[in-house]
């Protein structure tokens, strides 16, 4: 694929996962573009779809490949479990930790907030309850 095609399929992906169109996203992964991509602005698919709470959306792209740690953006965004969180997304959050989302990962580069600084903040109490729950440490 070169690499103009790419990048438009790049950035209709962060477009469909961003408003929740599954339908879209997978159309999107079978027409080649990358899960684990950026459009852009350096926003990633996943912390599109996990930021605004689109658990489905979040499954689809993990399970092609998305990795759940990876930072999104470039220093205005996050890890998706921290976009998640801190708006108290739980099912997305749910979906992020069963595919390996590390509940104690800061987000920019290890000296920003944590997820479960985030739920808290929110307050999103079942999301903080969740997060304790798969082994998040308070600050």
């Known amino acids: ?11 209709r992906l962060v477009l469909a996962a961003m408003f929740g169109d599954t339908a ?9 573009a990358p899960a684990e991509t950026t459009d852009a602005e ?10 605004h709470g689109a658990a489905d959306t979040v499954r689809r792209l993990l399970a092609a490949g998305a990795s759940p740690d990876i930072e999104s953006g470039r220093g205005a ?5 921290c976009g ?7 099912e997305a959050v749910r979906a992020l930790l069963a595919h390996g ?3 104690n990962l800061r987000e920019d580069h290890g000296t920003g907030g944590s997820p479960l600084d985030w739920a808290a903040t929110g307050p999103h109490p079942e999301t903080t309850a969740l997060l ?3 082994g998040a440490r308070p600050s």
């Open 1 to 11: 694929m070169n690499r103009r095609r790419r990048k438009k399929l790049s950035k």
């Open 24 to 32: 879209g996203v997978d159309a999107l992964l079978r027409a080649g």
């Open 42 to 51: 350096g926003t990633t698919p996943l912390y599109a779809a996990s930021v």
């Open 77 to 81: 965004e996050g890890t998706p479990l």
């Open 84 to 90: 998640a969180a801190c708006w108290g997304h739980t």
């Open 101 to 103: 989302a590390d509940p």
């Open 132 to 134: 304790l729950a798969a």
